[in-house]
T-cell receptor, first 115, second 114 residues
């Protein structure tokens, strides 16, 4: 099935550094979402973006919905040990019946924080 | 406020068997979506249920089927299991009515096929 192009695949950073990851698609989405998944758990929603150009923050996290509606990025400032995990972007289209379609995910960015 | 709950947490089956996975949506949600997550991959959309009907389906064979009950809970059934069906199966719930309602996920069922 289709997956979004998410990069980088993995990141090795020092605690306190800023992190940036992005996601691109060949098709347009109405909504972009960012999730974090820890081992043995399901994805947890971090940020949802609903409008092209929208910039939204959640604590140390900031995400933007690209103007073309085909991309999004996520920044994490001043990383801490609990930021370790796998970050997924997901795109969603508006359904024909008024609801929202199923999500299309990227392959994830594995964030590793070096001591 | 209970979130999305799934059962069982782990399951081991052999090839050719059938399996049923269960999901209870977050309180106030009426729409349930199912995803398959293979190791090292992002989740892949299987199908979505709303008002007890399949509303949308991803690229999965008809060995994968589902059901939604009047209380909005849902089941995922997989027949004639293959080794390649080994994966984490995730359920997500949301509220249809307002488009801007993100999906919330359960912790999944880990299915292993021997």
């Amino acid at each position: 099935g289709q997956q979004l192009n998410q990069s980088p695949q993995s990141m090795f950073i020092q605690e306190g550094e800023d992190v940036s990851m992005n996601c691109t698609s060949s098709s347009i989405f109405n909504t972009w979402l960012w999730y974090k998944q820890d081992p043995g758990e399901g994805p947890v929603l971090l940020i949802a973006l609903y409008k092209a150009g929208e910039l939204t923050s959640n604590g140390r996290l900031t995400a933007q919905f690209g103007i073309t509606r085909k991309d999004s990025f996520l920044n994490i400032s001043a990383s801490i040990p609990s930021d370790v995990g796998i970050y997924f972007c997901a795109g969603q289209k508006r359904g024909s019946g008024g609801g929202a379609d199923g999500l299309t995910f990227g392959k994830g960015t594995h964030l590793i924080i070096q001591p | 406020d209970a979130g999305v709950t799934q059962s069982p947490t782990h399951l081991i089956k052999t090839r050719g068997q059938q399996v049923t996975l269960r999901c209870s949506p977050k309180s106030g949600h009426d729409t349930v979506s199912w995803y398959q997550q293979a190791l090292g991959q992002g989740p892949q959309f299987i199908f979505q249920y709303y008002e007890e009907e399949e509303r949308q389906r991803g690229n999965f064979p008809d060995r994968f089927s589902g059901h939604q009950f009047p209380n909005y809970s849902s089941e995922l059934n997989v027949n004639a299991l293959l080794l390649g069906d080994s994966a984490l199966y995730l359920c997500a719930s949301s509220s249809t009515g307002a488009f801007n309602q993100p999906q919330h996920f359960g912790d999944g069922t880990r299915l292993s096929i021997l």
